[in-house]
């Protein structure tokens, strides 16, 4: 009740004591005691309304379930193939990244759940909207939804292969084609497309993928006598939203090793 409403009300209020019960006394000075009465009565409600209408309400994005990315099922299968599979693999590791479509939106804000009947989990991102899916039996049993708060079909979500990241960014040559030639047999026993895609293909090198937006990432090769070259040499990504920086195995030995003093979102391989 605002101000001029309460004082109609006490206006109203005496008219009629006025009519029923004849009190003969000015009305202003009733009006004007109820209103005394009243008024410290309803200030708190009045100046709270007040506060409500000046404050403007806060929108909440619901999350939304996009029909084109996979269940839950679907990746908890992904992620048991991995654990299974019965060829060396100690140096490869699975993650699920989503990417807009429009490579102008931004991702600031973007949040990924994980939902079902029972299930409700917020799923934090990794740098590069990377992320781990845990494996939960009651969130398979139910097949739980990816959802994000965008709107569906704005965002790809799918799962990356890729060659586990080192704590001190130091990576041995020697070591990253043992890597790059596991990532290539799980790639083509992971599925028949990939099979398919890498007929007749081998590791020629490494790509080490950066965000777009960095710029020049500090990224070197150090041969066995120490001496550091930059690798320079940027491609674009399969993702839009990346670039990689390229190093090529030497047709002799491997020796020597890349440091990464920026750390890539993933490393990849270069399959020729």
């Not at 004591?17 to 029923?20: A, I, M, S, V």
């Not at 109820?34 to 410290?40: H, I, K, M, Q, R």
């Not at 939960?136 to 139910?142: F, I």
């Given at each position: 009740?605002?101000?001029?409403?309460?004082?109609?009300?006490?206006?109203?209020?005496?008219?009629s004591?006025?009519?029923?019960v004849?009190?003969?006394?000015?009305?202003?000075?009733?009006?004007?005691s109820?209103?005394?009465?009243?008024?410290?009565?309803?200030?708190?409600?009045?100046?709270?309304?007040?506060?409500?209408?000046?404050?403007?309400?806060?929108?909440?994005?619901?999350?939304?379930?996009?029909?084109?990315?996979?269940?839950?099922?679907?990746?908890?299968?992904?992620?048991?193939?991995?654990?299974?599979?019965?060829?060396?693999?100690?140096?490869?590791?699975?993650?699920?990244?989503?990417?807009?479509?429009?490579?102008?939106?931004?991702?600031?804000?973007?949040?990924?759940?994980?939902v079902?009947?029972?299930?409700?989990?917020?799923?934090?991102?990794?740098?590069?909207?990377?992320?781990?899916?845990?494996?939960?039996?009651?969130?398979?049993?139910?097949?739980?939804?990816?959802?994000?708060?965008?709107?569906?079909?704005?965002?790809?979500?799918?799962?990356?292969?890729?060659?586990?990241?080192?704590?001190?960014?130091?990576?041995?040559?020697?070591?990253?084609?043992?890597?790059?030639?596991?990532?290539?047999?799980?790639?083509?026993?992971?599925?028949?497309?990939?099979?398919?895609?890498?007929?007749?293909?081998?590791?020629?090198?490494?790509?080490?993928?950066?965000?777009?937006?960095?710029?020049?990432?500090?990224?070197?090769?150090?041969?066995?006598?120490?001496?550091?070259?930059?690798?320079?040499?940027?491609?674009?990504?399969?993702k839009?939203?990346?670039?990689?920086?390229l190093?090529?195995?030497?047709?002799e030995?491997?020796?020597?090793?890349?440091?990464?003093?920026?750390?890539?979102?993933?490393?990849?391989?270069?399959?020729?």
């Open positions: 009740m605002n101000m001029q409403a309460l004082f109609l009300f006490c206006s109203k209020v005496c008219s004591l006025q009519q029923k004849g009190m003969k006394f000015p009305t202003s000075r009733t009006c004007y109820l209103l005394s009465f009243l008024v410290p009565l309803a200030l708190p409600s009045i100046v709270k309304a007040q506060n409500e209408e000046a404050v403007p309400q806060s929108v909440t994005v619901a999350s939304t379930r996009d029909p084109q990315w996979m269940s839950y099922r679907k990746a908890h299968y992904t992620l048991e193939w991995l654990e299974s599979y019965p060829k060396p693999k100690n140096f490869i590791r699975l993650t699920f990244q989503l990417w807009p479509k429009d490579l102008n939106e931004s991702t600031e804000g973007v949040q990924f759940e994980l079902g009947e029972k299930t409700r989990m917020l799923l934090p991102f990794e740098p590069g909207l990377h992320v781990t899916i845990p494996k939960l039996k009651e969130a398979y049993e139910e097949d739980a939804e990816f959802r994000i708060n965008r709107r569906a079909g704005t965002y790809f979500f799918q799962n990356t292969g890729s060659i586990k990241l080192n704590a001190n960014g130091v990576y041995p040559v020697k070591e990253l084609r043992v890597a790059c030639n596991q990532l290539l047999s799980v790639l083509r026993d992971g599925s028949i497309k990939y099979r398919l895609q890498y007929i007749g293909k081998d590791c020629k090198g490494i790509e080490f993928s950066y965000p777009k937006t960095m710029g020049n990432p500090s990224i070197f090769f150090r041969d066995s006598e120490g001496k550091l070259t930059k690798l320079d040499k940027l491609i674009p990504s399969s839009r939203s990346e670039v990689g920086v190093y090529k195995f030497p047709t030995a491997d020796t020597g090793e890349i440091i990464t003093e920026t750390t890539p979102l993933l490393i990849g391989g270069l399959f020729e």
